[in-house]
């Protein structure tokens, strides 16, 4: 028996066919599976950031058109500057899904923080948007 009650009729330090143990078949499995998730994750935020970021943006730039207000331009000109770093953050966790490299999701980690203030400012400049 084994640590984990299962019988095992190899001899000690006998290596299963193939030569890998199950614990590294397992290992190996599951870090494939992971970085085909990371690489996925990669092209979805990729694919939000052209559906979404553009519209948004033209959307503001519009508003910018028929509203006179100083408030607007600069919202739309902070979601100018915010949208390529959504494919940065694509980029990187792309990356980490085909390097396993964790520093590629502490880089996306670390854009992501910087987006959040930086989304956060731009809406508080639009809550400034006045039409009358």
Not at 106 to 121: G, K, N, P, Q, V
Request: hydrophobic share 40%.
């Amino acid at each position: 028996m084994n640590r984990a009650g299962v019988r095992d009729d190899r001899a000690v330090g006998e290596q299963p066919a193939g030569g890998l143990d199950a614990a590294t078949v397992h290992t190996r499995a599951v870090t494939t599976t992971i970085e085909a998730a990371y690489r996925s994750l990669g092209r979805w935020i990729a694919e939000q950031d052209r559906v979404l970021a553009g519209p948004a943006e033209d959307f503001l730039a519009e508003c910018a058109t028929i509203v006179d207000d100083d408030n607007l331009r600069l919202g739309h000109q902070l979601y100018a500057e915010i949208a390529p770093r959504w494919t940065a953050v694509s980029d990187h966790i792309t990356a980490a899904g085909e390097s396993s490299d964790p520093d590629e999701l502490a880089r996306a980690s670390a854009i992501l923080t910087d987006l959040a203030d930086r989304e956060r400012h731009a809406m508080r400049v639009l809550t400034g948007v006045r039409t009358g």
